[in-house]
């Protein structure tokens, strides 16, 4: 919206600035919560800094400490990572059958976007009194990871969906028409090109379920995951070594976030627009 | 249906039909075979769970454990309580609260991203930045607005340093703005991606058409790219009354003793044990919430929105 | 005149269908139908959306079964065998390039579905993509090639597989009119350089006249017409042909008499025509009601002296246009139907058409050409 003599209008840098506030205001904390996790030993929750130190740290990993951090981490780690494989896994099976229409799909697809907005409290609620009723005790590798998956799973069906949209259908007649059999053509056209979408699934399964809680709360058993510790020891704890827990698993997440987003960039930046059809 | 075959190719022509996968029989068992996993998963974790709260919400309590004998009083209990529709005022009025300061947030954080970048590319990097945060724990989320807004925060001591106040603002943490102000931190995103996505698609011809019929900025904000953003906006709101209606914790820590909606009392009955009460009070939840999910959908066709 | 001469020496591409049909529920998309292409021929089928062209197509390429009858190729029936085991190889209309693969990679692709060795299929690919001179793009991904240039691809990953015949799908429709033109003539030059049964459709008609040995036109599931561009030019076979080829101008009379070998009919508006008869068919007698076609530059302007001997027609001018190598003259006869003809301009240096205008119009009679009804 350039004016004609070339010059931006005054709303844009209103905006830019409006921009930049909101980005400060999203990031910020993070980056406070950042800093003060290298408080000093005598330092407190807030500022001022007393000293700079990995005191906090070493703390989080020293057999002195309140509840059972890398144990948590341990699980958490381990449960993000079957979420990420059996949501994958599910949703470009689930991918491959919307594709034609069958009787059901319409349901299925309602109940499982209906699944994003139940509160998690109240999945949570049900898998309890679920278990409950059967007589099942819950465990965090089991109704744990049911009540995440109904969180990964829309999330999941809803990427795969947009990639398979994308989809251009003729590349399977063409496979089949150079000789491809059925799991060629799903080994050679169609995981490939799915496979950016694939790593924003993974992404997806693996950071919802290991920064997930309100579902975890009622469902994960005797053990805690990582959000679970953490709230667990948010009562007790009033030292900076929350701090220091916070800036590890945020880290974590971030690393894993910039992986996937710089793999799929770059996936998708050598075969955009392949076809004659998407000039 | 008669294909015309030699007798000895029989063999070959039923290998062949299977090999090129055409055979309409097994095309749609295949289907279902393929969705049966996700079928299996939401019903076992979410269909069947939430017809176990509609039972235990029928069942009776005694105070300290749940009997199962059909009953009503959980729900004749749940209207009486006077509690109930102060919650749920007060439920209703912060999420209104947070989508009034999300939605103008989105909307202009949309109108600059669409309008005012130039590349794409620069568009959906700076949207990426924006998501970020979105991936960390909710709880340190939480806990790193403490040292901004507490007594001995941030913004109490730049503002006491300043001069604009002489002692700390306690209210700012432990109290409904804070809460707020976690909400739209937290939530705000729900809300631009989906504008963001509405307003990409706005065909700049319309704009320049609009700009040479002689709108005004301001005029082509409000004729043309928010009713376009309709769908976007709804879906946005969507998000936002599922997640802040359906939130119990972000309440818990940052509302101190002052603030409590719905979500949250079911978690206090949930964590005293009274389960029927908690699932009655769910069910109406639910139905709340739903009831004003499918009035926004009137709005939005989701599958269609969602799907392109 | 032989059909034609581009054959090849054996039988191996020749296409026979054998009442061939296809339905998909209720509606039939091609009716039971017979047609040979010679092997090596290059063969349009032709017609206009939904005239089962492009299902014929398919039920060549293997991806559609027919219903009912026989599709022989090379003698064999195919009608069970995968696209693979008939010898056919599709060059689709999207191209269908694979996005993820560079152009060696693609046109390697058949091989490897097959389990050829990498080094062995790669290199066999690199010998393809010479072969379609593209070498320099060998190692490059599809978007990053021009439309003709991705044309080229496709056809080399068809070629590779050694089709007996290749089938193309609308190749140019997508194209612009000048990379339309261009790409023609390399489709015929690789016809000529492979010497394989191409087959391919379009619903262009210059296209099909310009590239084919054989024209098929088709009209709602049925063959109307087949055979050479000149045959169906000269002699469309009905007035839909006629419509369909263009460039021909209907008239619509009565019988009146015979005059030896011609026949005498009366336009409604009282010009009589003097139109040689058909052998093949036999309507032709007295107080019939018959159509027939004269091509558009075929047809003069009368000049005042010949008014008075020869036969006209005299048309209202509606419209011209200059296409520089003829002016187009349009408009309807005075007994109400349309008129086109192709006039040279240096016949009308003095006197330019006005619309309006009512002028007569002369041909040689022997032009005329009798018209089948439409079945």
């Given at each position: 919206m350039a004016t004609l003599n070339g010059r931006r209008p005054w709303t844009f840098y209103a905006l830019s600035l409006f921009f930049v506030l909101y980005v400060i205001f999203i990031y910020g904390p993070m980056f406070i919560v950042f800093l003060l996790s290298f408080q000093g030993q005598t330092g407190g929750l807030t500022f001022p800094m007393q000293s700079m130190s990995l005191h906090w740290y070493r703390e989080l990993f020293s057999n002195a400490s309140a509840g059972d951090i890398p144990g948590a981490i341990k699980r958490s780690l381990l449960l993000a990572s079957v979420v990420m494989v059996v949501t994958l896994v599910i949703s470009v099976l689930a991918g491959l059958a919307f594709r034609k229409p069958f009787r059901g799909s319409t349901t299925i697809f309602f109940i499982t976007t209906a699944s994003l907005i139940v509160p998690g409290i109240l999945v949570g609620l049900g898998i309890g009194q679920l278990a409950f009723l059967v007589g099942v005790r819950a465990h965090w590798l089991t109704t744990g990871l049911g009540a995440q998956l109904t969180w990964t799973l829309p999330f999941g069906m809803l990427i795969i969906f947009a990639v398979f949209g994308r989809f251009d259908g003729i590349l399977e007649e063409v496979a089949s028409d150079l000789g491809a059999t059925p799991w060629q053509r799903f080994t050679n056209v169609i995981v490939p090109i799915l496979f950016p979408g694939m790593i924003a699934v993974a992404l997806f399964g693996f950071t919802l379920s290991y920064d997930e809680f309100a579902r975890s709360l009622l469902t994960a058993g005797a053990d805690n995951t990582l959000p679970l510790e953490i709230w667990a020891l948010m009562t007790n704890v009033t030292t900076p070594k929350l701090y220091a827990i916070g800036t590890l698993t945020t880290v974590t997440s971030l690393l894993v976030i910039i992986i996937s987003m710089a793999t799929i960039f770059l996936l998708l930046r050598k075969r955009n627009a392949g076809t004659k059809s998407s000039e | 249906m008669k294909i015309v075959t030699s007798s000895k190719s029989g063999m070959s022509s039923f290998l062949a039909k299977q090999l090129y996968g055409r055979a309409t029989i097994i095309n749609r068992l295949s289907s279902y075979l393929l969705i049966a996993p996700l079928v299996l998963v939401m019903l076992m974790f979410f269909g069947i769970p939430l017809v176990a709260i509609m039972v235990v919400s029928f069942m009776d309590f005694d105070g300290f454990s749940t009997i199962r004998e059909f009953t009503w009083l959980n729900y004749t209990e749940f209207f009486e309580s006077s509690l109930t529709w102060k919650l749920y005022y007060q439920t209703f009025r912060t999420a209104l609260i947070v989508w009034l300061i999300c939605l103008g947030i989105a909307l202009t954080v949309s109108n600059f991203l669409v309008f005012h970048v130039k590349s794409l590319m620069v568009q959906i990097g700076l949207l990426l930045l924006c998501t970020i945060p979105f991936w960390t724990s909710s709880i340190i989320r939480m806990i790193s607005w403490l040292p901004v807004l507490g007594r001995n925060g941030l913004i109490n001591s730049s503002l006491m340093s300043v001069g604009i106040i002489d002692e700390p603002i306690d209210d700012l943490i432990y109290s409904n703005l804070a809460v707020v102000i976690v909400y739209v931190q937290s939530f705000s995103l729900f809300m631009i991606v989906p504008i963001f996505n509405s307003m990409v698609r706005i065909s700049p011809d319309i704009v320049e058409a609009a700009k040479e019929a002689g709108a005004s900025r301001w005029q082509v904000l409000t004729n043309i790219v928010i009713p376009l953003s309709k769908s976007g906006i709804a879906l946005g709101t969507i998000f936002i009354i599922a997640l802040v209606m359906g939130d119990f914790f972000i309440i818990r820590v940052m509302g101190g003793g002052q603030s409590s909606n719905v979500a949250m009392a079911i978690s206090n009955q949930i964590g005293s044990f009274q389960y029927p009460p908690a699932a009655a009070a769910s069910i109406i939840f639910l139905c709340v919430i739903l009831l004003l999910i499918s009035a926004m959908l009137r709005v939005v066709d989701v599958r269609k929105e969602v799907l392109s | 005149m032989e059909i034609l001469n581009t054959t090849k020496a054996d039988d191996s591409g020749e296409i026979r269908f054998e009442q061939v049909s296809k339905t998909f529920g209720d509606v039939v998309a091609v009716e039971p139908m017979d047609l040979v292409i010679p092997s090596g021929c290059y063969c349009c089928l032709l017609?206009?959306?939904?005239?089962g062209k492009s299902t014929l197509l398919r039920m060549l390429a293997g991806h559609e079964f027919a219903t009912t009858g026989e599709i022989k190729i090379g003698g064999s029936v195919v009608n069970n065998l995968s696209p693979q085991m008939r010898g056919t190889a599709m060059m689709f209309q999207s191209y269908g390039l694979f996005p993820h693969l560079t152009v060696r990679q693609n046109v390697a692709f058949s091989e490897k579905m097959q389990g050829v060795p990498k080094a062995e299929r790669l290199a066999n690919a690199g010998e393809m993509v010479d072969r379609v001179h593209l070498t320099e793009f060998a190692d490059r991904y599809p978007k990053e090639l021009s439309g003709g240039q991705q044309q080229r691809v496709a056809l080399a990953r068809a070629l590779i597989t050694q089709p007996k015949v290749l089938l193309l799908d609308e190749p140019l429709s997508a194209l612009d009119e000048h990379l339309r033109l261009k790409m023609r003539s390399e489709l015929r030059e690789i016809h000529r350089e492979f010497g394989i049964t191409f087959v391919h459709v379009t619903h262009t008609q210059l296209e099909a006249l310009g590239v084919a040995d054989l024209v098929v036109v088709m009209d709602h599931g049925r063959i109307v017409q087949s055979g050479m561009p000149s045959e169906l030019y000269s002699?469309?076979?009905?007035a839909y042909v006629a419509e369909f080829v263009g460039g021909h101008v209907l008239f619509h009379g009565q019988v009146t008499a015979e005059e030896g070998s011609n026949l005498i009919v009366k336009l409604p508006s009282g010009e009589e025509l003097l139109v040689p008869k058909n052998n093949n068919y036999s309507a032709q007698k007295a107080s019939d009601h018959v159509s027939f076609s004269v091509r558009r530059d075929r047809i003069s302007l009368a000049s005042d002296e010949s008014i008075a001997d020869k036969r006209t027609v005299k048309v209202k001018v509606e419209m011209t246009e200059y296409q520089g190598i003829y002016v187009k003259v349009q408009g309807y006869t005075l007994s109400g139907s349309e008129f086109a003809a192709y006039i040279n301009d240096y016949d009308l240096p003095e006197r330019t058409i006005k619309v309006g205008e009512i002028i007569p119009f002369v041909w040689d009679q022997t032009a005329n050409h009798l018209l089948e009804p439409n079945s």
């Open positions: - | - | 017609g206009p959306s939904g005239c002699r469309p076979k009905n």
